[in-house]
């Protein structure tokens, strides 16, 4: 808020909000992983996609779990697009928070007791044991390193001491994988729901997802399972499944496949997997063994947030290191993301890892537009959970007209891929027997499984903007 208020634009202050949650949440995110920004201009330029994401090196794969971090050259490159104010300015909180301290949350904490592939650091474990919520948290070190960067631009990360340290530590990357790491800039897919346009990022990011789940919602008219809980979990489980089937078969680095985009978002093939629901009933056919160690391990610790500012342009962010704290790996001051994981197992997936290709990724921050501009923004974190997560908040502010703040408080459930089983959070009120339906439900304590939803919505007749910001881990919204 405070780069907005001494004039800089929503692009500027996503940079600066994206280095302090590397500072604030190293769990989540940082410079040692990526992520994707969507922006919408509104002042007639055309919305853009910034695919900052890691990718595989060059050499031989197999090789390790991690990446070629592109956080520091992606919040560069839409600085250099956007930004207005200096690249210093927007830095020097997430070097004022690394320096001088953070408090520590309950889910930091939380994270770090979790997290059995850390090194023993001291500041992370002072005396051997997590460091409680409450405390401190001092990063001398990684405060530093952004001391380098701000100073000396990105080429202090991919070039230099800090490449030649991520290079000691994981030898698969060479200083030439970092040195040519390059920012995607795409266009933005686009679909329809309701009385909006849903614009999301293309493979291989999981926007081709969540426009399918939500044009087969529509077109199955969901808005008729409002008050049925479990019927609109179940509907919602299955298109989600459709679509996740169609995404194993057809979605991968659009680079190294040819990914049919145009044809499995036309309205033909949207009608066709309608054509695959028949009820509730869940079909064989669309349970599908999990590809990726990702989502076999289940990740799902990522960031997300969403900028608005005094002209209207929004920006949806998502930022991650896949793995809670990545693949463990420290490195200066930082983690290393371990994205390489959600590559597919299966060796004719379109999916498969190659050398210089980035993995499919759930990710999806997305904004939704009326009468072409911004309305709502919105994303969430969760892993292979996001698409559905992201897809059952829409419905519910679209469809079903519930309070935003309200809606995303709501317990909510996720119908798995691979097993005839409904996850749902405490408190979740089924109405209905499941086992009349064939289906198993399983009560998950642990409510950070099933995201983080975080938006904004412009009321598009007061211009009036509220936010919500789910209950389920950290976060909060203020506009002014």
């Not at 100073?151 to 290079?167: H, K, L, M, R, T």
């Not at 008219?221 to 996740?244: A, V, W």
């Not at 993995?359 to 919105?378: E, M, Q």
């Amino acid at each position: 808020m405070r780069i907005i208020e001494q004039g800089g634009n929503a692009v500027d202050a996503a940079i600066a909000v994206s280095f302090v949650l590397g500072v604030a949440e190293p769990y989540g995110s940082g410079i040692g992983g990526g992520g994707t920004m969507l922006i919408h201009p509104n002042n007639g330029e055309d919305p853009v996609v910034y695919d900052y994401r890691e990718t595989a090196p060059e050499g031989t794969l197999p090789s390790s779990d991690i990446g070629i971090p592109g956080f520091v050259k992606g919040m560069y490159k839409v600085h250099d697009d956007f930004g207005t104010k200096n690249m210093e300015q927007l830095m020097d909180p997430a070097i004022h928070f690394a320096a001088n301290g953070v408090t520590v949350s309950e889910t930091l904490h939380h994270a770090l007791e979790e997290s059995e592939h850390l090194p023993d650091l001291n500041h992370y474990f002072p005396d051997g044991e997590p460091i409680e919520a409450g405390e401190v948290l001092v990063q001398k070190q990684l405060a530093e390193t952004l001391e380098d960067i701000k100073e000396n631009g990105p080429s202090a990360f991919y070039q230099g001491d800090i490449a030649s340290a991520i290079n000691d530590e994981e030898e698969d990357i060479k200083e030439n994988d970092l040195e040519s790491y390059e920012v995607e800039v795409k266009e933005p897919l686009q679909g329809e729901f309701g009385d909006y346009e849903v614009l999301a990022p293309p493979p291989p990011s999981g926007g081709i997802m969540l426009i399918q789940v939500l044009e087969m919602a529509e077109s199955l008219q969901i808005e008729d399972t409002k008050d049925h809980p479990l019927d609109f979990s179940l509907m919602m489980g299955l298109i989600n499944r459709i679509s996740y089937s169609d995404r194993l078969e057809n979605v991968g680095d659009p680079d190294y496949t040819d990914v049919p985009t145009d044809e499995m978002l036309s309205d033909d093939h949207i009608n066709h997997l309608v054509s695959e629901v028949n009820g509730l009933e869940l079909s064989e056919e669309y349970r599908h063994d999990l590809e990726s160690d990702a989502d076999i391990e289940d990740h799902g610790d990522t960031t997300h947030f969403v900028v608005v500012d005094k002209n209207g342009m929004m920006v949806s962010v998502t930022n991650t290191l896949s793995s809670s704290f990545g693949s463990g790996e420290y490195v200066n001051g930082f983690f290393l993301n371990d994205q390489l994981k959600n590559f597919s197992n299966r060796e004719d997936s379109p999916n498969r890892p190659e050398p210089g290709k980035r993995p499919f990724s759930y990710t999806t921050p997305t904004i939704l537009t009326k009468n072409g501009s911004p309305a709502i923004g919105i994303g969430s974190a969760g892993g292979r959970k996001i698409t559905s997560m992201v897809a059952q908040q829409l419905v519910k502010m679209i469809k079903f007209n519930e309070p935003i703040q309200e809606s995303v408080n709501n317990p909510r459930a996720f119908l798995e891929f691979n097993e005839d089983i409904l996850q749902v959070e405490p408190d979740y009120v089924l109405l209905k027997n499941p086992e009349d339906l064939g289906i198993e439900v399983q009560n998950i304590g642990n409510t950070t499984y099933f995201g983080s939803v975080q938006g904004l919505v412009i009321n598009d007749e007061s211009g009036e903007i509220h936010g919500f910001s789910d209950n389920n881990r950290d976060g909060t919204w203020m506009s002014k």
